[in-house]
């Protein structure tokens, strides 16, 4: 499976494991932060979103291998979960202090009772939107009747739904053809029309196939304008180190503005932790649009540009009622704390 194909999917993954995270909650084992083996450093267990690594992960990779985080009196483990339901299950039994993870998977393991919130936005906006490689993106009103490349969770369906009911369409109007791993090839060869993904993940692997593409972004046809994908802590642990959580998120953004600042650099220590993972024509795209999602090349991110906000996290729980991802709707209070950005 490729990079782009996993992480689009991963977007709801978690809606499928939450139940099985809510169970372990019950049982939670695990200790909290502890002291490294020198006594000198606080140890933090940080899950990732997939099993497999990819140029997401560039700017804690930069902050552990620049020394930032042991500058700040951390040893940040970089756990690789063993599934992509994992992330939530980790997080949510204290096998895990902090994850990087989505906004959906917050939301749907949170209406769970799984004690996880958002403490940091990963990007400034929504970036899924419809892929095609004309040169112009594709409208809303000329999607009854074409063939769209998707994948078969709930919110690709949803965001593509929104912008079907922009212009008084169904998800009735379109067929849907789903992939079991990329939608990028269905595109490639001419089999469908569009495809659903994100800029950093579908949108970099048609570059690397040396495609241009044009996006039409769910978030201007109605759908939430909320970042795909975040940094979230367990609420216990938040809640009994929240020194060390301030400190992570401090050396996590030295650590980002160090890699948008050095890309190749960036790159590299990408390629020489995880040599195996993806090829570096794909690592250097890939962070590339990750990279552009916080803005201006040559401003640095400050906390403010991570910090989340209760309009953003209910447009997400309305959303996720209104087309069945949860239940029913939970506080928004409930899904995030800025405490260690320092707000």
Known sequence: MSTAARHVRRVVAAACGTAIALSLAACAGGSAAEQSSDGSLTTVRFVQEWPVADGFWIPWLVAKEKGFYKDAGLDVDIITPPNTSATMQYLGTQQADLAFTTSVDIVTARSQGVPVVGIGTYGKNNN????????????????????????????????????????????????????????????????????????????????????????????????????????????????????????????????LNWARQNPDEAVDIFMTAYPDAQTKEFTTLQWQATSALFGDEGTDVTADDLAQSADTWQSLVDVAVKYGLIDKAIPVSDLYTNAGLGQ
């Open 128 to 255: 899924w939107g419809l892929m095609t490689t004309s040169g112009e993106p594709i409208a809303p009103s000329d999607l009854p009747g074409k063939l769209i490349g998707t994948y078969n969770d709930a919110w690709s369906n949803a965001q593509l739904s929104i912008m079907l009911g922009s212009v008084g369409k169904t998800i009735n109007d379109v067929t849907l053809v789903t992939a079991d791993s990329s939608t990028v090839p269905l595109l490639v060869d001419g089999k469908v029309d569009a495809i659903t993904g994100i800029t950093n993940a579908e949108g970099s692997e048609l570059q690397s196939l040396g495609k241009d593409y044009s996006i039409s972004y769910s978030r201007d046809y109605g759908a939430p304008d909320a970042p795909v994908l975040m940094l979230a802590g367990n609420s216990q642990w938040l809640q009994s180190h929240p020194d060390q959580a301030s400190a992570f998120m401090t050396a996590t953004i030295e650590g």
